[in-house]
């Protein structure tokens, strides 16, 4: 079974800090991970991609300086650490992995076949 599952979402003050992780079963664990979210009313976009050996990462403008991606391997598991947060980093994030082979991190979620049923995160001002 492929499968993602995100968890961590949560109600967080501006400026405060949450962690979400996202843990894969079966095939799901691919070598480029990535988040993506969606604000109500807006379409999904781009957060933040990684490489298998996590040499690489690459972030929307948004959360540059924010939020950091990393993954553990041997847990099959991908992490988006959000700090600073503001209330427009409120929405339904998502975690998805590119097919197996695929190494680029592209910011295109049409890219990305498999993904989790989402987190909600919302922030307050």
């Known amino acids: 079974q492929v499968q993602l599952v995100e968890s961590g979402g949560g109600l967080v003050q501006t400026g405060g800090s949450l962690r979400l992780s996202c843990v894969a079963s079966?095939?799901?664990?691919?070598?480029?991970m990535g988040w993506f979210r969606q604000a109500p009313g807006k379409e999904r976009e781009f957060v933040a991609a990684?490489?298998?050996?996590?040499?690489?990462?690459r972030y929307a403008e948004p959360v540059k300086g924010r939020f950091t991606i990393s993954r553990d391997n041997a847990k099959a598991t991908v992490y988006l650490q959000m700090n600073s947060v503001k209330p427009e980093d409120t929405g339904v994030y998502y975690c998805?992995?590119?097919?197996?082979?695929?190494?680029?991190?592209?910011?295109?979620?049409?890219?990305?076949?498999?993904w989790g049923q989402g987190t909600q995160v919302t922030v307050s001002s």
């Open positions: 998805a992995g590119r097919p197996s082979g695929r190494v680029g991190l592209t910011t295109d979620l049409r890219e990305y076949d498999t």
């Open positions: 079966g095939r799901a664990f691919r070598d480029v």
């Open positions: 990684i490489s298998w050996s996590s040499a690489n990462t």
